[in-house]
């Protein structure tokens, strides 16, 4: 006849394991909400607004406390309700461009969250959605570079052949934007070759007698890489009071123009 060994959970370890189940469940739930972070703070939110939706998420996903450190390259946030107790997670935000309409349904989703409470498999499934979602074609965009770049070139006093020209030179350095972009340098290394290449092409057309002012030319691609967003962004953060991400926004705002000044000024003494 088999014998056999039952053990019975005492109520304090019973209490345990529903804690670790309940912790499990608050890591899964916060990694999702990290993941929505992360992707509004690539796609250019502000601190401030990253904060607020973090917060709202994880007080409508049950925790009863929430608290959140977000600078441009960290998300910190730590969590607290009576029955899973304290949940810390970090992520380590690198790289990211400006996309202002996944920024937009991102913001969306965290309302939809917010109001309707959805499950995790709810919330994971509406994620991917919007990240699969296409963005501009890369024909679109080649055409936006050269609108932008003539557009710019005839404001500041520019013939119509320099605004042709510096719409041509805009098409290029899309180009090599993306280049760049897929071996994963910087953004100080892109904004440096791309000013380089395009006060050499300014140059080389006003030499050919493809347009009149490289100075005129020049302005219109400059419009092109000059952090705009960046710039008000850190101000922004900084009005709302985080001090240490906006300055950290200016300062690299700042360096990404005197590194396109230089670009621009290299290109000028070589020619």
Known sequence: MEEHAYHFFSP?????????????????????????????????????????????????????RADVFTITSSIV???????????TQTRRITGGSYNLHRLEQLNQLSRRICAGHL??????????????TPQYGFGVQLFTYALISSSFSLFFGG???????????????KYLDRLIRRTEANAFLSALLCSCLGGLLAGLAVKLRLGHSADMISIGNIMLLIPGVALTNSLRDMFSGNTISGLMRFIEAVLLALTIAFGFALAASLM
């Open 119 to 132: 499950s995790l498999a709810e919330t994971e499934a509406a994620l991917e959605e919007i990240l699969s």
């Open 77 to 87: 946030v730590t969590i607290y309700a009576r029955r899973f107790g304290a949940v």
């Open 12 to 64: 304090d370890e019973l209490d345990r394991l529903a804690r670790m189940e309940e912790a499990d469940r608050a890591n899964e739930y916060l990694y999702r909400v990290l993941d929505i972070g992360q992707y509004m703070l690539q796609s250019g939110g502000e601190v401030s607004r990253v904060e607020d939706s973090i917060r709202r998420l994880c007080l409508a996903f049950g925790a009863e």
């Open 159 to 173: 013939s119509w052949l320099d605004a042709a020209a510096s719409g041509v030179i805009g098409v290029v350095l």
